[in-house]
């Protein structure tokens, strides 16, 4: 399995983008799936998941209102909408795929990981 993480880039806080994440091979439609980041010094956090079917979805708090999760299981990707960014959200993004078909909150509950996209949000 492999994990093509896309989409990070520069933005003005208050600004907008939209991460994708494309899966080799048919997994997507059967586990869950999250996305993490982690800023420099700090350890990586967990920032969005959603499980198999797409239908349950949660946030961290810091995030909860400006980020939406979703899936394409038949385009076998995943995407992290983030609206209203802010100097905080600066970090590396990672998505990945977690062992079971729920909603799963740590590093540890993931199996596959991309290689992460630069997301850095100035103010």
């Known amino acids: 399995v492999q994990l093509q993480a896309s989409g990070g880039g520069l933005v003005q806080a208050g600004g907008s983008l939209r991460l994708s994440c494309a899966a080799s091979?048919?997994?997507?439609?059967?586990?869950?799936m999250g996305w993490f980041r982690q800023a420099p010094g700090k350890d990586r956090e967990f920032v969005a998941a959603i499980n198999w079917s797409g239908r349950t979805t949660d946030y961290a708090d810091s995030v909860k209102g400006r980020f939406t999760i979703s899936r394409d299981n038949a385009g076998n990707t995943v995407y992290l909408q983030m609206n209203s960014l802010k100097p905080e959200d600066t970090a590396v993004y990672y998505c990945?795929?977690?062992?079971?078909?729920?909603?799963?909150?740590?590093?540890?509950?993931?199996?596959?990981w991309g290689q992460g996209t630069q997301v850095t949000v100035s103010s």
């Open positions: 990945a795929v977690d062992k079971s078909m729920g909603v799963q909150y740590t590093t540890s509950a993931f199996a596959y």
């Open positions: 091979g048919r997994i997507l439609g059967r586990y869950g």
